[in-house]
């Protein structure tokens, strides 16, 4: 998949539909992250995933990631600015999640999250 400049709609919608984008990308609305802050914040994705994820969502331009240095390599990853374009749909998303919750110590969890976007 490479398609950067000008993705489809079928492009963003493979990426979209995928399980974890849009609890990257909500992180992503937080603040840059390094890999390790996504494992930490998202125990339950594994780093194969992750990291391909990650990839498509630079692949398609909504996710910057800079080497900081590199020995030992540290990168950082953030929002383009169509990345930051996401920010109404992860509200919307999340406050969805929020309503229909039937745990309602998952719904304090998504609440806080999204007063934080």
Request: overall charge negative; some cysteine; hydrophobic content about 35%.
């Amino acid at each position: 998949m490479n398609m950067c400049d000008n993705p489809t709609m079928d492009d963003l919608n493979f990426i979209l539909k995928k399980k974890w984008t849009f609890c990257i990308l909500a992180e992503l609305h937080l603040g840059s992250k390094h890999f390790q802050d996504f494992t930490s914040n998202l125990p339950n994705l594994s780093t194969k995933v992750l990291h391909q994820t990650l990839t498509e969502l630079e692949e398609i331009g909504l996710v910057n990631k800079i080497t900081i240095q590199e020995k030992p390599k540290v990168t950082e990853y953030s929002l383009t600015e169509k990345g930051k374009l996401s920010k109404n749909l992860i509200k919307e998303y999340y406050g969805y999640i929020a309503l229909i919750s039937s745990d309602s110590k998952d719904e304090e969890e998504i609440l806080k999250r999204i007063e934080n976007l």
